[in-house]
């Protein structure tokens, strides 16, 4: 006879069953003329998830923007992914109480589209996603919390979207971070686009794929599915390559016929990787300017992005542009170990006088 079990409860962790959020959310409905007439209709009136620490001040504290992931909105990240899981703003809540971090104001914006997500960038087949985070997420946030200095970061597209605010809006960030964020893109998005050719063709095109997919949601099976790469290459297409002269439409870097790469294509895509962009001169000066440059990975995601925050490091830190890097164990969805390092260390670098 077996003997009895008992779990061993004395190493459970925290997040198994965390305790009540002693700091205070919210979700208010804004709209937003930046996003009114983006050419796919996608609704300018959006959510804004937001987090008060549990003194319940707000002023003179840093603002946190935190930027979800591909198909994800501000509120999402306010939620539990099961057992075994806090939320990431019950991991920052715990943080705080236990002193790991710094009280600071937080705000997670919803920048969805039809095709799952914006990566905060101003596309002509999109939108302005990048104008309505900077211009004016973020002016409402300081006016109605009087917070101080801004910090932006963000998981996986996130990350990304982090890296390009920064870039393209130092005088509004002050520090950036990025929890596997996309960079490195021939290794992060090259292996999908034969998915999603394969994808394109049984479907009779990238616009019939589209139609069943709007009709059928169900046709998605997962972001590591075949049909998750179709979705996130047309996604990506639509922020990367859009058609200024044809608003609401973008160009696919691959020829429809054969599946091989257009490199005319596929090198406006490249302008936009986070680790090429560290050649140019204005880059390296903006992020100079950071208190804080901080990526991190884990070191078995799906989508290599823990070998794009390495690339990114190693060349920020050849053209001299401070970086902290950290990696982890773990897959792409492993992400609180990557913001319990980025939360506490951009909230000290924000309110540091001296950093």
Not at 105 to 110: A, G, T
Not at 171 to 194: K, M, N, Q, W
Not at 232 to 249: F, I, K, V
Not at 301 to 318: H, I, K, P, T, Y
Request: contains cysteine; charged residues 20%.
């Amino acid at each position: 006879m077996n003997p009895p079990i008992r779990p061993p409860v004395d190493r459970r962790g925290p997040a198994s069953f965390p305790p009540p959020i002693k700091g205070s959310m919210g979700q208010i409905s804004l709209e937003s003329t930046i996003l009114k007439g983006n050419p796919w209709g996608d609704p300018h009136v959006r959510d804004l998830a937001y987090y008060i620490p549990p003194s319940g001040r707000t002023e003179g504290l840093p603002l946190l923007v935190h930027l979800p992931g591909f198909t994800g909105a501000g509120w999402m990240e306010f939620e539990r992914r099961g057992l075994y899981h806090e939320s990431l703003i019950q991991l920052l809540d715990r943080m705080i109480r236990s002193g790991e971090c710094p009280e600071a104001v937080l705000i997670s914006p919803d920048c969805l589209t039809s095709l799952g997500g914006s990566q905060y960038v101003n596309s002509t087949a999109s939108g302005r996603y990048a104008d309505y985070v900077a211009q004016e997420l973020v002016p409402w946030a300081r006016e109605k919390f009087h917070t101080d200095r801004t910090g932006v970061l963000g998981q996986s597209s996130g990350g990304f979207g982090a890296l390009h605010l920064g870039i393209e809006f130092p005088e509004v960030f002050h520090a950036v971070g990025s929890s596997a964020g996309d960079a490195a893109f021939e290794y992060c998005y090259l292996p999908d686009f034969p998915r999603a050719f394969r994808e394109f063709r049984k479907a009779g095109g990238p616009e019939k794929w589209m139609e069943q997919l709007f009709a059928d949601p169900s046709i998605l099976k997962g972001p590591t599915d075949a049909s998750g790469a179709a979705l996130n290459t047309l996604a990506m297409a639509s922020c990367y390559s859009s058609r200024a002269e044809q608003a609401g439409s973008f160009e696919l870097p691959i020829d429809l016929d054969s599946g091989a790469l257009l490199p005319d294509v596929w090198a406006r895509w490249l302008a936009f990787d986070p680790v090429l962009r560290l050649a140019n001169d204005r880059v390296q000066t903006a992020l100079r300017g950071m208190r804080s440059v901080h990526v991190t990975g884990s070191d078995a995601d799906e989508w290599s992005l823990d070998v794009g925050a390495r690339m990114f490091a190693a060349e920020a830190q050849r053209v001299g542009v401070p970086v902290h890097h950290d990696e982890f164990p773990g897959t792409h969805s492993a992400r609180n170990p990557r913001f319990a390092a980025l939360y506490p260390r951009m909230v000290r670098a924000l309110a540091d006088p001296a950093a």
